[in-house]
């Protein structure tokens, strides 16, 4: 029994060692089927397709997430292999509320809850919840845990960029509703309405379904454009940077030596 | 009497030293009702929000007046503590026009003139004025102190890239308002009318209001999107890059010693 | 015979030793063929220009043709001289399937097809394949084989972003969907529809034929336009960095040497 | 008399030795009166201003010409003091033919020609060469310089990078054109007009009145979109970091010296 259950746990969670041709096979499994859900959800909007394969969109849809289920129950019963989980009883508790568990019961609980639901509005609302499959795949790609590292390393000036951000934005905002909402009361209604302008200007999508028309607003639009766009896009140039730095860092492994001693230095 | 200003200087304007507690305590205190007022300011020209909560409104802005009032005096009583304006009179008369008094003023001013005021188009005007309450928040974000500095540091700069904006603005929207005026008179009616089509189109914005018909105008709009966007993006990239040097000068202080001969490295 | 075919060979394939002068006016007339051929199929579109130089086109694409048949018939003759293709069947084939033979082909072979083919819609598509005529050129710039260093230097991170921007449009869209859906039926009806907005959105494009308008709607559509771009900027960012480095490498290889004592000095 | 010339001389293109105030008070009155010609030409155009101020336009005008042409003949008369036009004939004709002289005689020639003009549309036109006007500031501006040092500097990279965003253009717009035309005949009319798609979303400006309706359209253009963005952003690139670059440059003039021998080095 003990033996069965590390085995499953190497299937499952590590990919070196004993069993890694099977853990290799399933994930390869896993990660198709979870890509196989991304494109269900999405053409199954389509009305289209939706009416041609309704059958085959409900049967997938069951296979998954019975897949899923016996997968994540598998996973509970084996999470005590892993030394951070190790108590029967408070590891597998543990396990059950760190990061990855959630995901995974968030992408399966939404098919149980619907089959007892009867509140068609809440059975749509639960539908989106099925999106959480991609997030599955964060469990594989190395390039999730570098988003991770980059927002950890520049969560401050993330978060600074993004006070700047807000504050430009009630500012700018503010102005301009005292100056365009006279002349345009339907669609500078509010400083919130006024806010959507804001940020679709700022931001340079300029969507055209509201801009000012007045000389003045016009005036100030134009200013906001070109300075605030640099505010606009501090976040953006955090996130940049911080990419091509973890890239950087990634590849550059080259061994750095003291100049007064000549030893190698890690991590300085 | 001059024990107890000590007392009240230390909680308004220092955060270290003794009173630390108190002057923390009223910091955020003051920051929760800033942010507060932020979202009145914002929600209150919500009509909807207006209607119901009217009372709720008039009766924070005035606790807020009342305690901003307050404060403003206290301030001006204790200033005298601070070196600077350590005189009696000219000291305080000095305060009176430093940049966070006359913000905190700007603050509060509009309420009691809009007490007398009968002209309703000033009482608008003035309520615009509330939002400098938002800038009394520069008082404690360091993010403040920061613009400040990036925009002392690329003076220069900023200025030379805007001049370069501007004279852009002018030439080709010139240009384009002989091309297309008589194609569209309504729209491109003048070279001011165009410069809102530039603006709108090098900041890459594009709202769709304005936009080129004839085969020359598209063909001058084309070239002046991918030439004149590098000149409007320099005030951005400006701002970016000093930005970033801020948040960079700030992180690297620490001195880097070899981990095994404890000497200083510098330009490993 | 032979020492006709290598004649050819220098013509047709380098641009040095021996022949040089005609290797370099043949090339010239080359690269003014191909100019003129993405001119005329340019131009060709345009109802009026088509209509009035019908016969002019036609002459020109017979001719253009029969010349890059001739060029192609001899190039296939003479690649044998190429030590790559030194025997005279298999190096023959191989050079048939080589890139820049293949886009030779198949910047001709539409023309001969068309000239057989009764279906309306293949006809259509094919001239689409003229455009091949313009990879052509990509034989002489040093352009493309710059945009083919990059490519090949940054394609993990343009692999890695690109996941990034498809993970990051499906998650937004699918969100967006189900919040826009029953506000704008007819707009926002599928996921994919929405990712046409998604695309158009974080792109800062903002074409304005789709955007939200719910008030849920455009805080997502906000929160999208600032967070999102970051991602969908990685790849143009790792592109620019890309050919600045490429053209930096090329440049810097001077030895800078000290004008006094003449040695070499790195990292002054 | 040559006295005078030289005096003349000193207050006209000098600024530093004698006459040093009354060429600093000359130089002011004439960016002075530039910086009026922008503002009256722009104003101009707007027809209210236009038809109540006429008198004032026009009066101006003829001040600002009469101004000019003065100040033109007098440099032509004094150019033989500067070494590089000392001929008094052929030094003076090589003057006439000098960057800023040209710039100076189109800011004036055509208020002399529409005095004899009869035909309204060339008038029109010549009312455009009025904006050389504010070319003339560039005889001041150290920014125009700096510019022009760009550009040169960046020519192999610029040529280079517009090479690809036309290549890129005609690419894009023609499969465009064969995708879209079907279905939206009217828009994508051509090749030609759907280049003004492509200009306007690679540039990420989407104007918004043409886009394509059809899924491989929007696919194609999604794609364009994400990945064209980079090809257009090379420019914009390459300007914004050639001016940092002088920037610096101008900035950073400590002096270095050789590692071997200690003398110091210029422009190594």
Known sequence: MHHLRLSVYRILETSSGKRRGFSLAFNIVLITIITLNAIAIVLHTVPEYNRRFTQLFYD????SVLFFTIEYLLRIWVCVENDRYRHWFWGRLRYLFSASSIIDILAIFPFYFT????????????????????FRISRYSHAFRMIQRVVTDKKEELILSMTFVVFM?????????????????DKFSSIPATMWWGVSAMTTVGYGDIHPITPLGKLLGGLAAIMGIGLFALPTGILVSGFTEQIRNQK?????????????????
Do not use: N, W
């Open 169 to 185: 934005l009630i500012i700018v905002s503010s102005i301009m509703y005292y100056v365009e909402h006279t002349a345009q009361p």
């Open 60 to 63: 997938f849809e069951l296979f």
């Open 252 to 268: 550059v492994t080259v061994i750095r030596r003291c100049p007064h001693c000549g030893k190698e230095i890690r991590d300085v």
């Open 115 to 134: 089959l007892f639901a009867t509140d068609l509005a809440i059975v749509r609302i639960l539908r989106l919840f099925r999106i959480f499959r991609l």
